[in-house]
């Protein structure tokens, strides 16, 4: 009997044995199924939307969604026929139902037409209107620069009349001291004296030394009949005064 015994004993032992490992198992490969499943999510949310991109539906805006391989799609086609299709390309491998939320709008297309006429309007707009401001500036721009360039002449002007007026002025000072020299050298009471004559601004400066009294008057009367003299500084000196 006790033989009997321990080999039941020994049998039991070993079934719960076996019996625990088949539970370890079973627990592991549930807990690894969970983990491919999270894990394989995103993998399949990459390889329907790469199918989408790649099949007729890629001008359609469809958003994928996959939470333990159940897919969503969202979004919207033009017909029933397209979002059966969607539905379709969303079933690959591992995905154990979808969810086909997809909206029919048969006027998309329509829309987006729509939507690109009012863009190229838009743009066209702007592209004119900055057009017409490029012109208004470069038009102020010349008007700017036509006053400053008229400014620019009416002051070279004004500098050139001035100079000219300054060389005139200078020339007629030169040609009075000639005259008047001329005429020192045609009078006797001022040979052989030795006058200096410097005009400015039509104003006649006598320096030198005379004999008398009378050629230093005579020397004054004969600048001052000069034409174009306006005044003459007598500066002559008179020998032995």
Do not use: C, W
């Amino acid at each position: 009997m006790s033989l009997l015994k321990r080999v039941m004993t020994a049998g039991l032992v070993g079934v719960v044995l076996v019996a625990g490992m088949a539970r370890e198992t079973s627990a592991a490969r549930q807990t690894a199924t969970s983990s491919a499943a999270r894990i394989d999510d995103g993998t399949l949310q990459s390889q329907i939307t790469a199918n989408l991109k790649k099949s007729s539906l890629a001008p359609r805006d469809i958003d994928v969604d996959v939470k333990q391989g159940i897919v969503t799609l969202t979004g919207k086609v033009r017909s029933a026929t397209e979002k059966a299709r969607a539905g379709r390309v969303a079933k690959v491998s591992g995905v154990t139902s979808v969810n086909n939320r997809i909206e029919i709008d048969p006027k998309i297309d329509q829309s987006r037409i729509d939507a690109a006429g009012e863009k190229t309007k838009t743009g066209v707009t702007k592209a004119v209107d900055a057009t017409v401001d490029a012109a208004k500036k470069t038009k102020t721009a010349v008007q700017k620069g036509v006053g400053k360039a008229e400014q620019g002449v009416g002051k070279a002007a004004d500098k050139t009349s001035e100079a000219v007026g300054k060389v005139g002025d200078k020339a007629g000072d030169t040609s009075i001291t000639t005259r008047v020299k001329a005429a020192f050298s045609g009078e006797k009471l001022l040979q052989d004296t030795a006058i200096d004559v410097d005009t400015t601004d039509h104003v006649v400066t006598l320096r030198g030394t005379v004999a008398s009294n009378a050629a230093k008057a005579r020397a004054a009367a004969i600048a001052g009949g000069i034409a174009g003299v306006t005044r003459v500084v007598n500066e002559i000196v008179v020998s032995g005064q």
